[in-house]
Structure formats: C-alpha cells, structure tokens
C-alpha cells in the first residue's frame, strides 16, 4: 500500500466539515431539529408499542453487544476457513491490528473532541425511559454519549473489511453496523450525530492515515515477525 495523500486529505476535509457543520451553528443548527424529531418518534412509539419496546430493550441489553462480535468474528471466519496457515496467521494479526487500530482512535476521540454532552434521555423532560417501562437491564442513557464508541468501534471495522476483504465484506460489514449501532438511537442511548458526527468524524480523519498509508501493513509484518508461532512469511496486501 502506498500512501493516498490527496486521498486521505479529501477524508480528512469530509470529516472536519461534518463536525463544523454540527458544532459551529447555535444550537447545532439544521442537525439539533434531525436529533430531536428522531429521538421523539422512536420515544412515543415505545408507549405505543409492547413488542417495539422489548425489541429496544434487548438490543440494547449488554448481551446484544456479544452478539454483534460473533457477527464481525464470523464475518472474518469466514475468510479465515478458506487460508492455508500463513494465511490464517495473517488475518488473526490483523485483527489484533484492527483492536489496537480502534482503541487509539477512540481514546483520542474521546479526549481531542470539544464536546461533552448527554444522552437524549438525560437531556429532555417529560420522555419515557426503557428501563423504567420494563425494569430489566438495558442501556438507554449515557451521561457523555459524544462521541460513540460502540458506532466508532463498528466503522473501523467495516473499514478494516473494505481495505483487506474487498467490496463484498464490506457491504456486510456495514449491515451489521446500522443493526448494531442504530438501537443505540432507538432507545435515545445515543443522538444520531454521536454516530454520523462523533463517530464518522473521528474515523474519516484517524483511520486513513493508517489503512490508505503502510503503516497496518508494517504493524502486521512487526508482530509476525516477533508474535510466537512465526513458521511461514506474511503475506501483505498491495
């Protein structure tokens, strides 16, 4: 992989643009209205709804969260089933590459980013709360929900998918992100721009300059050289 400067620029400036768009205007301007509506729609309709309820309430329970690493891991089973065992070797890599990846854009998200603020739930009066309608654990608040980490966590993934899998599991990849991420929204855990500001901004501006650069290629090629198990040469990706 060469490094895609204009590229990875052009991200950059999407990803700056987005978040000005939100965080310059008073009051967010044309994104607080979008935030709000779709918060109250999805509110009213838990009051409405006995079955929309549940489903928002196991979604959102910390066993969902399980469910949707069995369906990334899968998704890279997948691929994993098909290698030889160099190339089996090269994607569990990878993939350790893809944690350390996401856990360094996070932390420097959450600690770069302006903003601090509550989750719909905490920020209006006069709404209904999962937890107070069912009384079963589940996550429908969050005292500093900007920006997501769970949606943030899932782009890198899909990102990941695109830059080792190709088009195809990419595709799949971001299935699984609206099916993981957008219940989180649903139960007003999260606003919608924790998502497409917090989490997209942060990803459009850190993870090019890893995956459109040599830099993952080289951390995978460091810990194979040093990681147990070494038999075969990496294979790297051009």
């Known amino acids: 992989m060469t490094t895609r400067l204009p590229l990875i620029l052009l991200l950059n400036a999407l990803g700056l643009a987005i978040f000005f ?7 967010h301007g044309f994104w607080f209205p979008l935030d709000s509506g779709l918060f109250h729609f999805f509110n009213q309709e838990l009051v409405k709804s006995r079955a929309f309820l549940w489903l928002v309430a196991i979604t959102n329970n910390r ?15 997948s691929f994993w089933l098909k290698e030889d065992k160099s190339g089996r070797r090269h994607i569990l890599i990878m993939g350790l590459v893809m944690l350390l990846t996401a856990v360094i854009i996070n932390q420097l998200a959450q600690h770069l980013m302006p903003v601090k603020r509550a989750s719909p739930t905490l920020y209006f009066t006069d709404i209904y709360r999962v937890s107070e309608l069912l009384h079963i654990p589940t996550k429908d608040a969050s005292k500093d929900s900007f920006p997501g980490d769970h949606g943030m966590m899932l782009l890198i993934f899909s990102a990941f998918m695109l830059r080792y899998f190709g ?3 990419f595709g799949i990849a971001l299935i699984i992100v609206v099916v993981f991420i957008f ?21 459009l501006i850190g993870l090019p300059w890893c995956l459109m650069t040599p830099l993952t290629d080289r951390l995978i090629a460091i810990f194979d050289r040093y990681l147990p198990g070494n038999g075969n040469k990496i294979k790297t990706n051009s």
Request: aromatic share 8%; net charge positive.
């Open 183 to 203: 219940p989180r929204v649903m139960i007003g855990a999260h606003w919608l721009t924790d998502i497409v500001v917090g989490s997209l901004t942060a990803v």
């Open 21 to 27: 768009s939100w965080y310059l205007p008073v009051n």
């Open 167 to 169: 088009k195809k599991a």
């Open 63 to 77: 066993a969902f969260d399980a469910i949707s690493l069995l369906a990334m891991g899968c998704l890279m089973l």
